[in-house]
């Protein structure tokens, strides 16, 4: 009698014992893929591991980065749209190159691309007001900046050209920009889109964006407006 009442409580037992560690299981393996569905899980399936997303823990992010990259992974529009474009990604980079042609995937803001060879690139010797920054609200004309950056450039395949350095301390590449031949750094200037901002040794168009900020300057155009914000940022 004894025995029969001990058998069902330790069938019991074991029972709760084997979906208890099958819980924990499914708990790890969640927190280690959040961008897979349960089935996709017990399956082991590649298909949620590896899709292309905007939420980049990549360390030499900058801080405008940072809150561009964390705003759009909770729009799922925007991240659904980017992770269709992963078929777009060339893995040639432009690194160390002098010149290079490869397709913007999207606009960041202003003056910062990513590319679909995966890096990221800050138009060199201009500055265009912040939208993203951690510690300041968005500057004046910064998103009409990043609008036109994005009429200019977004989906289309430019040309890249270095000046002397390669790389900025973020790790970003340093390019002149030139999209339906247009010299894009120098397009944003002239129309009041973004400031001049050289550091030597990238100086080799220095001269020609002070002139064109010195035109927009004089023709009240885009951030140099009076509606808008009379060249302060």
């Known amino acids: 009698m004894v025995r029969r009442r001990i058998l069902p409580i330790v069938s019991l037992l074991v029972f709760l014992g084997v979906v208890f560690f099958f819980l924990l299981f499914i708990n790890s393996h969640l927190e280690e893929n959040k961008n897979c569905a349960l089935w996709q899980v017990l399956i082991n399936s590649q298909s949620c591991k590896n899709n292309f997303s905007l939420t980049d823990n990549n360390p030499t992010k900058t801080p405008e980065e940072k809150i561009f990259f964390a705003s759009n992974s909770n729009n799922s529009n925007t991240r659904n749209e980017n992770n269709n474009k992963k078929e777009n990604i060339d893995k040639t980079q432009c690194s160390g190159k002098t010149s290079c042609q490869a397709k913007v995937i999207y606009v960041i803001d202003g003056d910062t691309i990513y590319l679909a060879t995966g890096e990221k690139v800050r ?10 920054h951690p510690y300041k609200k968005v500057e004046c004309f910064g998103k009409e ?29 340093l390019r002149y920009v030139y999209a339906d031949d247009i010299f894009v750094n120098d397009f944003l ?9 050289t550091f030597p040794p990238d100086v080799e168009n220095k001269n020609l964006f002070l002139e064109s900020e010195n035109y927009a300057r004089k023709n009240y155009l885009g951030l140099w407006s009076q509606s808008t914000c009379a060249g302060k940022k």
Do not use: F, M, T, W
């Open 145 to 173: 900046a990043s609008q036109e950056n994005k009429n200019l450039v977004e989906g289309k395949n430019v040309i890249l050209i270095k000046d002397i350095s390669d790389k900025d301390k973020y790790g970003r590449l």
């Open 189 to 197: 200037v002239k129309n009041g889109y973004a400031l001049v901002s």
């Open 123 to 132: 138009y060199v010797g201009i500055n265009a007001p912040e939208i993203h």
